[in-house]
Nanobody
């Protein structure tokens, strides 16, 4: 069994930066590519950014490109999401997800492991 735990969320002001973390524990060999998704109130969960197993390939949703940056540290079994110039519309629960394949997917159905999420609230 593998467990993903997000951290780093909170209440921030518009224009601030924030770094979310996702810690992987347990059967870490079950997780290769990883991704961040988010879900705002009343909306479906959406892909934000993904990263390949070795970190050499990243994918970012067009809507957040230039402000969201994904990275990982395999020695620490952690993945990160750096969010710059936060906007009120970034308010959401942010989830990390993992899949056994080496490259990320933008489809949540392709991920087998999910964290519980961390709330990010951006005030204007």
């Amino acid at each position: 069994q593998v467990t993903l735990v997000e951290s780093g969320g909170g209440l921030v002001q518009a224009g601030d930066s924030l770094r979310l973390s996702c810690a992987v524990s347990g059967r870490i060999d079950y997780v290769a590519a990883m991704a961040w998704f988010r879900q705002s109130a009343g909306k479906e969960r959406e892909f934000v950014s993904g990263i390949s197993q070795n970190g050499g390939y990243t994918d970012v949703a067009e809507s957040v490109k230039g402000r969201f940056f994904v990275s990982r540290n395999n020695a620490k079994n952690e993945m990160y999401l750096e969010i710059d110039i936060l906007k009120p519309e970034d308010t959401a629960v942010y989830y990390c997800a993992g899949r056994g394949q080496d490259y990320p997917s933008q489809s949540e159905e392709d991920y087998t492991t999910w964290g519980q999420g961390t709330q990010v609230t951006v005030s204007s």
